[in-house]
């Protein structure tokens, strides 16, 4: 084999190696980042978790404002639903900003978030709604 070819060879590889490992970073420590804002939000609610499955339930999925990428929070511990503010189980507060939606960025976040933490989600935004009676009318 040319070495052009084996360098070709080893490159596509090394590339199929990275996309299949999605390019996710933990979040900024809750000192360092008290708040959250999220955009075109969603709930995902983990529905298999075979490692401590204490650590999870219901979790924002959206759009950081202030970072400019997707996020996904730790458990979901209160939530107000007249401020639709949430304090996670890290002490964050999520401020949820305007409608549910879905961010291509933030689907992303999840999906890597969820493989690392080899969990099974499902979107439970109208479930979430449901349960808080949150009216979104308040945002048109």
Request: overall charge neutral; charged content about 25%.
């Amino acid at each position: 084999m040319k070495p052009t070819k084996k360098i070709d060879n080893q490159l596509t590889e090394l590339a199929s190696q990275l996309f299949s490992k999605p390019n996710i970073w933990s979040a900024s420590s809750v000192v360092a980042e008290p708040q959250k804002w999220l955009e075109i939000w969603q709930v995902y609610k983990v529905v298999k978790a075979d490692i401590q499955p204490e650590l999870f339930g219901f979790h924002f999925v959206g759009f950081d404002v202030r970072s400019g990428h997707g996020a996904v929070s730790s458990k979901l511990e209160k939530f107000d639903p007249v401020k639709m503010c949430g304090v996670t189980m890290s002490g964050r507060v999520y401020q949820l900003v305007g409608l549910p939606g879905i961010d291509d960025d933030a689907q992303y976040t999840l999906y890597g978030w969820s493989a690392r933490n080899i969990v099974v989600v499902k979107d439970a935004t109208m479930e979430f709604i449901k349960q808080y009676k949150i009216d979104l009318d308040q945002f048109s």
